[in-house]
């Protein structure tokens, strides 16, 4: 997998779950592999999944789908799923296509972990 | 890649490739920064694109990644701002096929061509004579508000 496809994601366990914080753009050339570490977190079928995305400067459609994929999942199998650390320029693209409306978003990790 | 308009001041062809959007998001928001739009209007300019290019690899070329795609981008004077056209040889589709889901219908993919409209002021389609589509985008900078005295 060259560098362009490359997704590095920090898994931290919490205590009734984990917490997922991926580094860098999140696009096409990277989306299959944000959606690889999501779904290995979700095998697991924890009570809480977080993605921290503090360090996620861009992101793009494809980037929304694969979370739309989790959050399908998390209501399936009923697995609190929360999104936080949004920067503002990821947070627009969240609220033009109406993300904010469906997923839990708050601002920050310690928000995420009462959430 | 051939057009109507005068030289563009950037051109450029890739492969259809996703690890390429990257680069391109990257030369358009500095070119668009250059001209003069802000942050967040560079940021706009830089998904819209990438949402084409997307488009184009997924669906046109169905993630063939030795494909071309042609990108050109011409400073606009009035009103001021930045033309984008973007040309395949995709095989072709009907313009009114070319649009975004229902945002209130909650699912993976289809937000790409909503993006596009939301982010740019103008989006055209259109299918290339030569065979293959364009898509044309422009976005403006607002207007300056000068003072009267």
Known sequence: MSRATELIVDIETLTDGFLLRPHGDVDMARSPAFRAKLTEALKNVPARLVVDLALVPYMDSCGLATLIEALQITRAQKIKFIVCNLSARVRSVFELSRLTTVLTVVDNHEQALLA | ?149
């Not at chain 2, 057009?3 to 450029?12: F, G, K």
């Not at chain 2, 290019?53 to 050109?72: A, E, M, V």
């Not at chain 2, 973007?86 to 909650?106: H, M």
Request: with cysteine; net charge negative; aromatic share 4%.
């Open chain 2, 1 to 149: 890649m051939k057009s109507d308009l005068p030289a563009p001041h950037l051109e450029t062809c890739i492969l259809s490739r996703p690890e390429l959007l990257a680069p391109v998001r990257a030369m358009l928001e500095e070119l668009a920064a250059r001209i003069g739009f802000d942050e967040t209007a560079c940021g706009h300019l830089a998904l819209a694109i990438d949402e084409a290019l997307t488009n184009i690899i997924r669906h046109g070329y169905n993630n063939n990644p030795d494909q071309h795609i042609w990108i050109s981008a011409w400073e606009l004077s009035d009103p001021t701002g930045l033309r984008i056209q973007i040309d395949d040889l995709a095989p072709q589709v009907e313009v009114s096929q070319l649009k975004g889901r229902d945002l209130d219908d909650i699912r993976p993919g289809g937000l790409g061509v909503h993006l596009i409209h939301s982010l740019m002021d103008l989006v055209q389609f259109s299918k290339r004579p030569g065979g293959g589509m364009r898509l044309i985008v422009e976005k403006y900078q607002p207007a300056k508000i000068t003072s009267p005295l």
